[in-house]
C-alpha cells in the first residue's frame, strides 16, 4: 500500500510515526495486555496516559498554572453551546466576531443561550468566491464593554482568514472583558500566548488527533459563571475537579492526542513546527500568486497557514483538475460545498514534500489546461 497525500480538512492527516506506535500498541500497551480501548479510564494505565498528554500540551502551549486543561467530548461545535452555558450564567451578553463559516456556526448556536451581539463581521454577501476574504478592522469593532466574553475564530479552516496577530483588548479599552478563540484548526501550529485568552478550545480532529476529543483550556476564575441548566457532563468546573474524567472520556482520542505531543516535542517543538508551516504556506501561496490560472481571494495579511481556498479560473475544469489529483494521490482537494473551488489543508503532520509535489502538480495542470 502506497500512503497517498492527504490534504483533508478533518479528519486530518496524522504523523506517519504515531500512526505507527499506535499499529504496534494496538493489542498490548506497553506490557498491560491489552489494547487501549480496552483499559477502564479510571485504571492507572490510562490514568497514566492522560496525565502525560495534559503535561506534554501544558509544555508545548507553555499553559500558565491558573489555567485548566479539560479534556471534552462533542467537537468544537459543541463547545459552541457549552461555552455560553458555562460562561452566560451571570452576565447574559456575548459579542463576536464574524470572519466566517465556524463563527456564523458560533453566533447562531450562542445565540440560543444569551444575548449575543455581533460586533463586527466580513461577510460581503455579494461576492460569487470568496464571502470572507479578511478580518474587520479592529477599529471598527463594536464590542460591549460589559460584555461576558468576546469570541473570536482563530482560524477559519473554511474561509482560509487566520488572525496572525491577536487583537490587544486593552488598547481597545477591553480589559475587563475576556478573549475567547477558537483554535480547531491552527492549535499547535505557532506558539500562542495562552494568558492572552480567557478560554482557548479546539476540536482534536484537525492538528490533534482523531475525532472525538475537544480540548478546553479556561482561566481558573472564569469557572464560577456558569448557568443552572448547564448539563454535569459540560460544566467546566465539575470536569475541572474531576480531572476530566466525571464520565468516561474519549480514552483512545486522548492516548493519540498524547502520542501527537510527544512527536510534537520531538520535532522542536511549537515554534520549531511554525517554521515549517510558514514554508509550506509560503511554497504553496506563492505558486498560486505567480499563475493566472488560480486565484486565492484571502487578503495576504490573513492568509491561514493551515488552510488554503484557491479557484481554477475558468471552474469547469474542476472536475478533470480533482480526477487528476486523485490519479496522482492527492485526495480531498474539494473546496468546502458552501464556498466551492478548491482547499489544501497543510496542517503540522502535512510534509513539505506533500506540498511541493502538490506544487508541482498546480504546474503541471496549469501547462496542459492554460
Not at 230 to 240: D, N, Q
Request: net charge neutral.
Amino acid at each position: 500500500m502506497t500512503r497517498v497525500f492527504n490534504f483533508g480538512a478533518g479528519p486530518a492527516v496524522l504523523p506517519e510515526a504515531v500512526l505507527q506506535q499506535a499499529a504496534a500498541e494496538m493489542l498490548d500497551w506497553r506490557g498491560s495486555g491489552m489494547s487501549v480501548m480496552e483499559m477502564s479510564h479510571r485504571g492507572k494505565e490510562f490514568m497514566s496516559i492522560i496525565a502525560q498528554a495534559e503535561a506534554d500540551l501544558r509544555e508545548l502551549m507553555a499553559v500558565p498554572a491558573n489555567y485548566k486543561v479539560l479534556f471534552m467530548q462533542g467537537g468544537a461545535i459543541g463547545e459552541n453551546a457549552i461555552i455560553p452555558l458555562n460562561l452566560l450564567g451571570k452576565n447574559p451578553k456575548a459579542d463576536y466576531i464574524d470572519t466566517g463559516s465556524w463563527s456564523g456556526k458560533s453566533i447562531k448556536e450562542a445565540s440560543r443561550y444569551g444575548d449575543v451581539h455581533v460586533a463586527a463581521s466580513s461577510c460581503r454577501p455579494e461576492a460569487k468566491q470568496g464571502k470572507y476574504t479578511t478580518i474587520p478592522a479592529v477599529a471598527d469593532w463594536r464590542v460591549r464593554k460589559d460584555a461576558a466574553y468576546l469570541h473570536i475564530c482563530g482560524n477559519e479552516t473554511i474561509d482560509g482568514v487566520e488572525y496572525l496577530q491577536w487583537p490587544d483588548m486593552d488598547a481597545l479599552g477591553l480589559k475587563g472583558v475576556p478573549l475567547f478563540v477558537d483554535v480547531s484548526s491552527h492549535i499547535l501550529s505557532r506558539p500562542m500566548d495562552v494568558s492572552q485568552f480567557g478560554l482557548m478550545y479546539g476540536g482534536a480532529q484537525k492538528n490533534i488527533g482523531p475525532a472525538g476529543l475537544a480540548v478546553v483550556i479556561i482561566r481558573e476564575d472564569l469557572l464560577e459563571q456558569a448557568q443552572a441548566g448547564c448539563p454535569s457532563a459540560f460544566h467546566y468546573k465539575t470536569v475541572a475537579e474531576n480531572g476530566s474524567m466525571y464520565n468516561t472520556p474519549p480514552t483512545y482520542s486522548i492516548y493519540i492526542a498524547g502520542l501527537v505531543f510527544q512527536w510534537l516535542k520531538a520535532q522542536g517543538g511549537v515554534a520549531a513546527m511554525e517554521a515549517k508551516n510558514r514554508a509550506k504556506a509560503a511554497l504553496l501561496y506563492d505558486a498560486l500568486d505567480a499563475s493566472g490560472f488560480y486565484v486565492n481571494h484571502v487578503a495576504r495579511e490573513c492568509r491561514s497557514l493551515m488552510n488554503v481556498p484557491f479557484f481554477l479560473r475558468d471552474e469547469s475544469l474542476n472536475d478533470a483538475f480533482l480526477e487528476g489529483a486523485k490519479a496522482r494521490g492527492f485526495l480531498q482537494l474539494k473546496g468546502h460545498k458552501s464556498v466551492g473551488g478548491m482547499r489544501a489543508s497543510i496542517y503540522n503532520a502535512m510534509s513539505l514534500e506533500g506540498v511541493q509535489a502538490l506544487v508541482g502538480y498546480l504546474k503541471e495542470f496549469e501547462k496542459s489546461h492554460g
